[in-house]
C-alpha cells in the first residue's frame, strides 16, 4: 500500500483527511462559471482558468506549505450574461447555500481556514460577503484570492474596459487550450451615454453584458498572443501561490 501524498482533497480516503495536520493549513476552493465569453471563447473559459490556475498554484508551493485543493466548483453568479444561449448562472441564493455547505464541511472535517480562488468578476462581491458571514457563523477564516499579472503594456483603453474575453484572458485560452479558441473578433468597448461614466464609477449600475456588447465580450481579443498568455498565466499562478501559503499561516490576534 502506497502512501498518499496527494494535495488534492478528492484523492485523498475519510481517514487520511482526518488524520491530515491542520494547523497551519488551509482548504482551497476554485471557483469560476459557465457563461457566455464572445463569439471566440468557450462557456467553460473561467472554470478551466479557475481549475488550471489553482493546480499550477499547488505545484508552486513549498513542499512544507499546508493547503488542500477541492474539485472546482465550475458554476458562478453569471447573471450579468444572461440573454446568451449557453450561459448557466446560479442565484445568488443558491451559491451563498451551496458555498455554505461545503464550508460547513470543510469546518466539520477538522480545517480552520477557507480560501476561494476566483476568475469571475460577477462572483466577487458575493464571495467577499460570504468570507464574512462564514467567519462569524462557523468561526473559519475565509480568504478570496484571484490572480494578478502585469498588464501594465495594454493600452489605456483595454485597462479600463477590458473586462471580459478581452486581452488577456483570450491569451491565456490561447495558451492552454489553443483547440478551443475560434477566430478573434475585433475589439469591443462599452459605448457609454456619458463621457464621464464608466463601470467603477459612482453611481454604480447593475448593468447587463448585453447593454452594451451584442457579440458579449469587453476588450480586444485581436491582440491576444499565446506567449503574453503563458506569462500572464504563469505571474497569476505564482501570485495565487503566494496567497496560499500567506493563508495558511494566517491567524488573527483575538481568534
Ligand atoms: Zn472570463
Same mark, same amino acid.
Given at each position: 500500500?502506497s @502512501?498518499?501524498?496527494s494535495r488534492?482533497?478528492?484523492d &485523498?480516503?475519510?481517514q487520511? +483527511?482526518?488524520?491530515?495536520p491542520?494547523?497551519?493549513g488551509?482548504?482551497?476552493l476554485?471557483?469560476?462559471? +459557465?457563461?457566455?465569453? $464572445?463569439?471566440?471563447?468557450? @462557456? /467553460?473559459?473561467?472554470?478551466l482558468?479557475?481549475?488550471r490556475l #489553482?493546480?499550477?498554484?499547488?505545484?508552486?508551493?513549498?513542499?512544507?506549505?499546508?493547503?488542500?485543493?477541492?474539485?472546482?466548483?465550475?458554476?458562478?453568479?453569471?447573471?450579468?450574461?444572461?440573454?446568451?444561449?449557453?450561459? +448557466?448562472?446560479?442565484?445568488? *441564493?443558491?451559491?451563498?447555500?451551496l458555498?455554505?455547505?461545503?464550508?460547513?464541511?470543510?469546518?466539520?472535517?477538522?480545517?480552520?481556514?477557507? !480560501?476561494?480562488?476566483?476568475t469571475?468578476?460577477?462572483?466577487k462581491?458575493?464571495?467577499?460577503?460570504?468570507? %464574512?458571514?462564514?467567519?462569524?457563523? !462557523?468561526? &473559519?477564516l475565509?480568504?478570496?484570492?484571484?490572480?494578478s499579472?502585469?498588464? #501594465?503594456m495594454?493600452?489605456?483603453?483595454?485597462?479600463?474596459?477590458? +473586462?471580459h474575453a478581452?486581452?488577456?484572458?483570450?491569451?491565456?485560452l490561447?495558451? !492552454?487550450?489553443?483547440?478551443? @479558441?475560434?477566430?478573434?473578433p475585433?475589439?469591443?468597448?462599452?459605448?457609454?451615454?456619458?463621457?464621464?461614466?464608466?463601470?467603477?464609477?459612482?453611481?454604480?449600475?447593475? /448593468?447587463?453584458? %448585453?447593454? /452594451?456588447?451584442?457579440? $458579449?465580450? =469587453?476588450?480586444?481579443?485581436?491582440?491576444?498572443?499565446?506567449? *503574453?498568455?503563458?506569462? /500572464? =498565466?504563469?505571474?497569476?499562478?505564482?501570485?495565487l501561490?503566494?496567497?496560499?501559503?500567506?493563508? #495558511?499561516?494566517?491567524?488573527?490576534?483575538? $481568534?
Amino acid at each position: 500500500m502506497s @502512501v498518499i501524498t496527494s494535495r488534492r482533497w478528492a484523492d &485523498l480516503s475519510w481517514q487520511a +483527511i482526518r488524520d491530515l495536520p491542520k494547523e497551519p493549513g488551509v482548504v482551497v476552493l476554485p471557483i469560476g462559471a +459557465i457563461e457566455q465569453h $464572445g463569439p471566440h471563447l468557450p @462557456v /467553460w473559459t473561467d472554470a478551466l482558468l479557475a481549475e488550471r490556475l #489553482s493546480a499550477r498554484a499547488f505545484e508552486l508551493l513549498a513542499p512544507d506549505t499546508q493547503a488542500l485543493l477541492l474539485p472546482t466548483l465550475s458554476y458562478g453568479k453569471s447573471n450579468e450574461h444572461t440573454g446568451y444561449p449557453g450561459t +448557466i448562472a446560479l442565484s445568488a *441564493a443558491t451559491l451563498m447555500a451551496l458555498l455554505r455547505d461545503i464550508a460547513v464541511a470543510v469546518s466539520r472535517s477538522g480545517f480552520t481556514r477557507l !480560501l476561494f480562488i476566483n476568475t469571475h468578476g460577477g462572483n466577487k462581491a458575493l464571495l467577499e460577503m460570504m468570507c %464574512r458571514d462564514l467567519r462569524a457563523e !462557523l468561526g &473559519l477564516l475565509c480568504f478570496l484570492a484571484s490572480g494578478s499579472a502585469d498588464t #501594465s503594456m495594454l493600452p489605456a483603453l483595454e485597462k479600463r474596459f477590458g +473586462i471580459h474575453a478581452n486581452t488577456a484572458e483570450t491569451s491565456m485560452l490561447l495558451h !492552454l487550450t489553443p483547440e478551443l @479558441v475560434g477566430p478573434l473578433p475585433a475589439a469591443h468597448y462599452p459605448d457609454f451615454s456619458s463621457p464621464t461614466f464608466n463601470l467603477t464609477t459612482q453611481p454604480q449600475v447593475g /448593468w447587463l453584458t %448585453r447593454d /452594451w456588447s451584442p457579440d $458579449g465580450h =469587453f476588450g480586444d481579443p485581436s491582440a491576444a498572443t499565446p506567449e *503574453a498568455g503563458a506569462t /500572464w =498565466f504563469g505571474e497569476m499562478a505564482a501570485s495565487l501561490a503566494a496567497q496560499i501559503a500567506e493563508a #495558511s499561516s494566517f491567524s488573527v490576534a483575538h $481568534g
